[in-house]
């Protein structure tokens, strides 16, 4: 096993020390978007203690994607050399420098964990509207999120390839698309959060669209020297009373895969 860890891995054209990767953590210490000093030493630190690659927390791909608004953000050309400077630093100590690419859907626009990780009102800095499949608040009291139109999805698609250009061009070397965590793609992809009747609701093969349209679209800015990754959970991020989704997790690496819909959503 230690052999394994400490030994190298080469994905793509990027070979990684070891297999060691700080995975993305939020920080709560950006202001509009930007990295600082605080996101320099947390991540750069990493690439000096040896990690193989080091990513960044979750990135908004949009101002109003972040989950919190002290939240990095890659949604503006300005972001880029702040993280450009880190990403030097990490490089020159010999990590591969990466870049999670975000939107927190329904569940944007709320507080540090330390004070509650609750809604945060437009007065204390949140905003309004929110998005999501469809009109269903993640929690009772929360922000109802407005229903993303098929435009709006357009929208989002192109902010997520935006933003890996952005990640490329601060010298990043692997971004990962966040589909986990209940966050906006892992809303699409759930039967619980997603209520949608069009071609991204109902079926497995339409939930799963607007994640394949993102892949194709970060793929398309995103050199094929370079690994692209996914995070997903195989389970809703939704407590309810007694039932669990699990979403044919097998299925979607195949399904991303091949763009075909190899399975179904089951209930345990
Ligand atoms: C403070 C904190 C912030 C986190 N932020 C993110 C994040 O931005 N994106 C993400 O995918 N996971 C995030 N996570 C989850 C971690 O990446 C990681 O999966 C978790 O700590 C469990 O570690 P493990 O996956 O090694 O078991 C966060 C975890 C912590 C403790």
């Given at each position: 096993m230690?052999?394994s ?20 953590m939020?920080?709560y ?32 791909v ?25 990403f ?6 010999g ?10 859907g329904?569940?944007?626009?709320t ?13 204390d ?9 469809s ?17 709006d999805?357009?929208?989002?698609v ?5 933003a ?37 609701g ?7 669209r ?30 309810t009373?007694r039932?669990?989704f ?11 895969e ?6 179904k959503?089951?209930?345990?």
């Amino acid at each position: 096993m230690a052999a394994s860890l400490f030994s190298t891995l080469t994905i793509r054209d990027v070979t990684f020390r070891n297999r060691i990767v700080v995975s993305p953590m939020c920080e709560y210490s950006s202001q509009g978007g930007f990295a600082n000093d605080w996101h320099f030493v947390h991540l750069g630190s990493r690439a000096v203690g040896g990690a193989g690659a080091v990513l960044t927390e979750a990135a908004g791909v949009t101002a109003d994607g972040r989950i919190s608004p002290v939240d990095l953000g890659i949604y503006r050309d300005e972001h880029v050399e702040p993280l450009a400077r880190i990403f030097r630093f990490v490089e020159a100590h010999g990590a591969v420098p990466g870049m999670q690419l975000a939107h927190a859907g329904r569940k944007a626009s709320t507080s540090e964990p330390w004070k509650g990780g609750t809604p945060v009102a437009v007065e204390d800095g949140g905003w309004t509207p929110i998005w999501a499949p469809s009109a269903i608040p993640f929690r009772d009291g929360w922000q109802t999120p407005r229903a993303m139109t098929p435009d709006d999805i357009g929208g989002l698609v192109r902010a997520f390839a935006s933003a890996a250009r952005r990640v490329l061009q601060a010298g990043g070397r692997v971004v990962e698309i966040h589909a986990a965590h209940g966050y906006l793609l892992h809303e699409f992809l759930s039967p619980l959060s997603n209520h949608r009747d069009d071609a991204y609701g109902g079926s497995f093969d339409n939930r799963t669209r607007i994640v394949r349209e993102v892949v194709e679209a970060v793929r398309a800015v995103w050199p094929e020297r370079l690994p692209l990754w996914i995070r997903h959970l195989q389970k809703s991020h939704q407590r309810t009373p007694r039932t669990t989704f699990h979403i044919c997790a097998a299925g979607l690496p195949k399904c991303l895969e091949t763009g075909n819909a190899p399975g179904k959503s089951s209930k345990k």
